[in-house]
């Protein structure tokens, strides 16, 4: 399990303004989930009081900050040590300045991406070391202090073997490294036992080799260490000691003079075995850092100090090496590492062809035709091409106007990069430009710049040594890291990026170039650290991560992809961009000309609102028909998608004041999406033929009886937008549900010109009957509303066109024009409300089968399933269409649409072995589990999910699709446990599709019968109503019923007989009746 931090905190270096930046880089992880479902509660960017205070300073400042801070948060009105007992602190140092990157090691950009976390961002070293000591070092330590320095890249497996039984003292981290490696860099000494003997830095390779295992390898300082509870009180109560005072800001407040301590050689190394202590006091640097180890060695020295040397680890230091740093970002990482790199991370690139393997862009927005050779890496630019960029380059901070400079220009190992300076109020521009091999602190005599021996880059460019370096500057320190090369202001003209390139070629117009260059203010590397502004840079890559996000958005709706916006929505509205990505999204939603993507475009617009409203508002699913969104609406509903998009908008500016309005904006968003699905999915209607017949006599019914059907596999692919974006495929059966065909309908004219509309329900005595008489147009208006009474029969009217709605004429003057009568229409179900069997689908086909006969039409079957998506559309019920598949063609079949419209279901019969219907039949049961199924809060959740292309629900759909082809084969095959199987697994599909459908009395009824059965599932959507279960012995009904009988907790069950009914939905005209209003059923499924 992950640790759970009581605190977090960040150091940086004093004198840079950065702390409130890194403060806000801090809390935007916090708000998009980086740290965790529990972030800290305590999360702070810590300065240190001195500018070179050292490591060890660092940590007891920070340690004293987290412990007055806890104290404060726990009631004390001075600091405690007790606050450390249970606290679990995180210590994380941004340390020195790094050549690369202006906001320094800790924010150095990892080409890499994260689809699975919940907000989309930029994957920085921070986050990369702070996910690898949560959730991998640090699980199973006990209460303590972490620290972990930021200036390496470190990998370390999900298993790292880290034993903390009967811990105490300190504990450092090592990862294996080789001894060649080691030279450079700290290694530990330990003994048998596992204690540290020694620390030892750039060591002779004997030296080194005292360190080495058995396998050859070496324990490397990897810059991580853990503090016990203990021995952190003890460190804490060190910082009113002087000189040991002076590391914390109250040492600075109270006049102490500043001390430089390093964690590893001043505070971790007082603990080691093999170190005496006048050894250890002696090897301070100055009296008042011997007085400090003094203090130390009595504080610590009791201590034991322990080490983990992480097998499969990997550490890599970052150094000042542009080859070592390109390297990083260029080779992918370990095995063991968590994360994935990819050659272009959350980046925008118009022609990725041009792009080599082994390049690396990150951050960037590249347009036109802009390549880049292998060993290449670009990051936080916007360039425009054309450009081609050489191998070995590192380009960094380049914006679109940029780009002109550096059209022509050969670029060729070398490190270009754009600084964002503070001349103390003054904010300006400063280019950088270095050689990929050049080293930054060599003497000149044996060093190069850009490249090439500075004697030669001197007669190239006319440039002289005094240009660079004052007279009296040592020859020692002539070096590139003090040479004044840069240009930062110019007296009379705009400085930009051709005033550093012309030092690559400076062939045409060089002495012109020159004499610029020479007439400008120019500063050194040296000279441009302490002006860097850190919170500048962040912002402008926080501006340019969200340019590229909303081409991002234009990119994935109008190429129909299958990737999710949500995090990236997330992250717009965690850090202040929701109206920048709003626009984009208005912009696509009003110019696709494509109304699925418009429906998208509005979908991710309410998951934007949705987010605003943080978690506050209350629900997403609810009404979205107030009258201030009706024009938009109307808009919509004609066509004029760009007029509806506007006038949503400006809608919407309305409601952005407080969550409750936001959420209620997201709803009407959702409801004008569905406008747009509505008309997609209408498309159908061509595939609606319908023929003349003769016209039955008065007072003659047209009866229609249909089966219920069960869903073996597919469902949720047939749903509307999901079944014309992505295709799907369902297989079903068509049922008797205790010997009868459940579901029915009946249709005859009557004299009187107006509509009869009779919808009965339940069996004697408690049979309801809802009766309603339509005399005017009026009297259907709200056939959209589907609770509202007989709003399926009016719908059905309108769809069937046998009354048109609206219209001028009056309803009693068509039905006399068209019929010379009236209609009386009965309709019934046997079968519960929410039974999950497709009743309402089926029933809209029986009334219009009904229909179409008793008005003298005719319909196929292929035409009543395209008609009754067109009807529950009209209805605002949004279905699909595996219930009228299932109900409307007789046996097993599998139904399939493409992923096109307009959207067309084409039905094939499965050819099943013979008897093996009747097989079947005597292994289906179903259970009636009692619970009421609430299909439209589901399908509502499914839609909005699949819109967000929720990244499972994308994998999930596949599944369905492909489960419903294997289940097909069973069928063919007549293979009953593979039947099984697939139910088993399309319960699981359904269950990932809308979570929350397995009530948890349905979970207990389908353990109970998980032994007996091959398979089982709910039937429809889920969340109640029906199961049916596939035994694994013929004719089980008894059985289960008394193996649930015995059951605690399952409540009002029952077992219903079902067959598979292989003659289908009947029509037939049956005369008159001689009692109006007879139900022609009498027996009740449940």
């Not at 430009?433 to 007669?459: C, H, I, K, M």
């Not at 020479?518 to 860097?532: D, G, H, I, V, Y």
């Not at 009965?826 to 809209?844: D, E, F, V």
């Amino acid at each position: 399990m992950a640790a759970e931090w009581s605190a977090l905190l960040l150091t940086c270096r004093r004198g840079q303004g950065a702390v409130s930046a890194l403060q806000r880089e801090l809390e935007v992880r916090r708000l998009r989930g980086a740290l965790g479902p529990r972030p800290p509660a305590l999360l702070l960017a810590v300065e240190d009081p001195w500018a070179r205070l050292g490591s060890g300073g660092a940590t007891l400042n920070a340690l004293l900050v987290a412990a007055e801070h806890l104290s404060a948060r726990a009631g004390c009105t001075v600091v405690t040590a007790d606050v450390l007992r249970d606290a679990r602190i995180l210590i994380l140092h941004m340390g020195r300045d790094f050549s690369f990157d202006d906001c320094g090691r800790a924010f150095t950009c990892l080409p890499a991406e994260e689809p699975g976390a919940p907000a989309e961002a930029l994957v920085c070293n921070l986050d990369s070391l702070l996910w690898t000591v949560t959730h991998r070092l640090c699980v199973g330590s006990p209460p303590g202090v972490w620290v972990c320095s930021t200036d390496m890249l470190l990998t370390v497996p999900s298993a790292p073997g880290i034993s903390w039984d009967g811990f105490q003292g300190v504990r450092v981290i090592a990862v294996p490294g080789s001894p060649v490696y080691a030279r450079n860099h700290g290694v530990y000494l330990t003994d048998e036992q596992g204690l540290v003997r020694d620390i030892i830095y750039k060591g002779t390779e004997a030296r080194i080799q005292q360190c080495a295992g058995p396998d050859g390898t070496v324990p490397l300082v990897c810059g991580i260490v853990f503090f016990s509870s203990d021995a952190a009180e003890q460190l804490l109560a060190t910082h009113v000691i002087p000189p040991l005072d002076a590391c914390t800001y109250m040492g600075l407040d109270s006049g102490a003079p500043p001390i430089q301590l390093s964690l590893f050689f001043d505070i971790v190394l007082s603990m080691a075995g093999g170190m005496t202590e006048e050894d250890f006091v002696k090897g301070g640097s100055d009296a008042s850092v011997r007085s400090a180890r003094s203090v130390l060695w009595t504080a610590l020295r009791g201590f034991p100090l322990s080490m983990a040397c992480i097998p499969d680890a990997s550490y890599d230091y970052m150094t000042t090496s542009a080859s070592d740093h390109i390297r990083s970002l260029t080779l992918l990482p370990g095995s063991a590492s968590h994360l994935h790199f990819c050659k272009t991370a959350h980046s925008h690139v118009d022609q990725p062809c041009l792009l080599e393997d082994g390049s690396s862009v990150t951050n960037c927005l590249l347009e036109g035709a802009v390549g880049l050779a292998a060993g290449s890496v670009i990051q936080h630019c916007h360039l425009q091409g054309p450009l081609e960029i050489g191998p070995g380059c590192l380009l960094s901070g380049l914006d679109a106007d940029s780009s002109p400079a550096l059209r022509g220009c050969p670029l060729r190992d070398i490190v270009l990069q754009g600084h964002h300076v503070r001349l103390r109020d003054l904010p300006c521009r400063v280019f950088t430009l270095t050689g990929r091999l050049d080293d930054w602190q060599s003497p000149v005599e044996e060093a190069t710049y850009l490249n090439v021996p500075w004697p030669e880059f001197f007669q190239r460019t006319g440039i002289r040594e005094g240009d660079l370096w004052d007279a009296e500057t040592p020859r020692r320190s002539r070096c590139l890291l003090s040479a004044r090369l840069f240009p930062v202001l110019h007296a009379c003209q705009a400085l930009g990026l051709q005033d550093v390139l012309w030092l690559l070629a400076p062939a045409g117009g060089a002495g012109e170039r020159l004499a610029r260059w020479r007439t400008a203010w120019r500063m050194s590397w040296q000279e441009l650290l302490p002006c860097l502004d850190t919170a500048a840079e962040l912002g402008t890559r926080q501006a340019l991560f969200f340019l590229q996000g909303q081409r991002k958005v234009q990119r994935v709706l109008l190429g129909h992809q299958d990737s999710s916006l949500l995090p990236l929505a997330r992250s717009a509205v965690h850090e202040g961009y929701h109206e920048a990505v709003l626009g984009t999204l208005d912009e696509v939603a009003s110019t696709a000309g494509d109304a699925g993507v418009a429906a998208r475009a509005l979908a991710c617009i309410a998951e934007v609102l949705g987010c605003m409203a943080r978690g506050e508002g209350g629900l997403r699913s609810g009404p979205a028909a107030n009258r201030e969104w009706a024009s938009a609406f109307g808009c919509l509903e004609r066509g004029d998608i760009a007029s509806g998009v506007r006038e949503l908008a400006a809608e919407r500016q309305k409601w952005m004041s407080r969550p409750a309005l936001l959420v209620r904006a997201a709803r009407h968003y959702e409801g004008a999406e569905q406008i747009l699905v509505r008309q997609a999915v209408m498309s159908s209607c061509q595939f609606v033929t319908v023929g003349q017949s003769e016209l039955p006599p008065l007072g003659h019914w047209v009866q229609v009886a249909c089966p219920a059907r069960l869903d073996l596999s597919g469902g949720w692919s047939d749903t509307p937008p999901i079944t014309y974006e992505h295709g799907g495929a369902v297989v079903d059966v068509a049922v008797l549900v205790d010997g009868c065909q459940p579901i029915g309908a009946r249709v005859r004219r009557i004299p009187a010109p107006e509509l009869r509309l009779v919808s009965l329900s339940g069996a004697p005595p408690s049979q309801a009957v809802t009766e309603l008489v339509c005399q005017e147009l009026e009297h259907l208006q709200d056939y959209c509303q589907p609770h509202a009474p007989g709003a399926l029969l009016k719908a059905a009217f309108i769809c069937t066109q046998v009354v048109q709605f609206p219209s001028q004429k009056p309803l009693r003057v068509q039905l006399m024009e068209s019929f010379g009568s009236g209609f009386e229409v009965h309709t019934w179900s046997k079968l519960p409300h929410g039974s999950g069997l497709g009743t309402s689908s089926i029933l809209a086909g029986a009334v219009m089968a009904s229909l179409y006969r008793a008005a003298g039409k005719a319909a196929s079957t292929e035409s009543l399933i395209h008609a009754v998506l067109h009807l529950e559309q009209r209805l605002t019920t949004g279905g699909g269409w595996q219930d009228q598949v299932g109900g409307l063609v007789p046996g097993i079949k599998i139904g399939r649409s493409k992923a096109q419209l307009p959207l067309r279901v084409e039905v094939e019969q499965i050819l099943v072995p013979d008897g093996f219907i009747q097989t079947l039949s005597d292994h289906l049961l179903l259970v009636y589990t009692g619970k009421t199924r609430l299909a439209r809060n589901l399908l509502q959740d499914v839609v909005r999910n699949w819109y967000a292309r929720l990244p499972s629900i994308v994998q999930n759909t596949d599944a369905l699709v492909s489960n419903a082809e294997e289940c097909a084969q069973a069928l063919r095959q007549g293979d009953l446990p593979l039947i099984g199987k697939c139910l088993d697994r399309y319960w699981q599909q359904k269950k990932v599709m809308a979570p929350g459908c397995e009530p948890l009395a349905v979970g207990h009824m389908m353990d109970t019968l998980r032994p007996h059965v091959h398979g089982q599932c709910l039937a429809g959507a889920g969340g109640g109503g029906f199961l049916y279960v596939l035994t694994k012995a013929p004719r089980q009904r008894e059985a289960l019923q008394q193996i649930l009988t015995g059951t605690e907790g399952l409540g009002n069950f029952s077992i219903h007989s079902i067959e598979v009914d292989t003659g289908g939905f009947s029509v037939e005209v049956v005369g008159c009746d001689t009692k109006d209003g007879a139900h022609p059923g009498e027996d009740r499924a449940v």
